[in-house]
């Protein structure tokens, strides 16, 4: 059995999240997703949206998901050492090296490896623009000419 291991925050699921997670769990058995924890999310993007234990449960009711874990707030290969993945799926926008991660993991005893995967062809449904969009959408007459 392969198990795949996919990361993020997952603040406001939009379609993206689910192409990435489809595409990860092709890539083998099980796929397993790390939710970051809030205080990662604020140090890592910003402040979330919804709580970590309702992302943890909405990510996992997600059809290509099998489990979903919240992440370590301290040391973020505690929970691949844990789930002892055999790939590591990484977003196209992910900040990693995956030749780094690839080394950590080794050297701490889970030879996984890490696979970056492609954008979703629909790139500007992302949490940070439809964000911006409500916020565009909500503003008022009167607050424009402000």
Request: glycine letters at 6%.
């Amino acid at each position: 059995m392969v198990r795949v291991m996919a990361t993020g925050v997952f603040d406001l699921l939009h379609p993206g999240h689910v192409f990435f997670l489809t595409e990860a769990r092709k890539l083998g058995d099980e796929l397993v997703v790390v939710v970051a924890r809030d205080q990662t999310a604020r140090r890592l993007k910003h402040e979330p949206y919804v709580p970590e234990h309702l992302r943890r449960e909405m990510v996992e009711s997600l059809k290509p998901v099998d489990r979903a874990v919240l992440g370590s707030a301290t040391d973020i290969y505690e929970t691949v050492v844990r789930e002892k993945p055999d790939i590591i799926a990484l977003g196209y926008n992910q900040h990693w090296n995956e030749r780094e991660v690839e080394g950590e993991c080794a050297r701490r005893g889970v030879p996984a490896k890490v696979v970056r995967l492609g954008a979703y062809p629909h790139n500007d449904i992302a949490t940070r623009k439809i964000v911006e969009r409500i916020l565009e959408r909500t503003k008022s007459p009167t607050q424009e000419a402000r």
